[in-house]
């Protein structure tokens, strides 16, 4: 069982920016491709970036491109949603997970799950 908690959420206004964390502790932070996810109310939990465990590449959904950053910091065990230039339609809980097997963006191909953590957007 790998463990994945999430923080840095919270109420901003459109433009504004805020830096999401996702900590696994007790482990090897490096041993994992972790991805970002979210889910608005009534919608499917859709793909927001991932970071490779082999080489940190990045990939990222179509709709944060260019405005958000997706990081990792090893020595620290953690993996960083940097989002800048917030809009309403990125109102979300948000989600960090650990991939399995497969493509990035779909949610079947990771198997352990943070709790989640809002991030509202104020227009």
């Known amino acids: 069982q790998v463990q994945l908690v999430e923080s840095g959420g919270g109420l901003v206004q459109t433009g504004e920016s805020l830096r999401l964390s996702c900590v696994v502790p007790g482990r090897t932070m490096w041993r994992y491709t972790i991805g970002w996810f979210r889910q608005a109310p009534g919608m499917d939990r859709e793909f927001v970036a991932v970071i490779t465990s082999s080489d940190s590449s990045t990939y990222y959904a179509s709709s944060v491109e260019g405005r958000f950053t997706i990081s990792r910091d090893n020595a620290k065990n953690s993996v960083y949603l940097q989002m800048t230039n917030l809009k309403p339609e990125d109102t979300a809980v948000y989600y960090c997970?650990?991939?399995?097997?497969?493509?990035?963006?779909?949610?079947?191909?990771?198997?352990?799950w943070g709790q989640g953590t809002q991030v509202t957007v104020a227009s």
């Open positions: 997970a650990a991939h399995y097997l497969g493509t990035y963006d779909s949610r079947r191909n990771y198997n352990y």
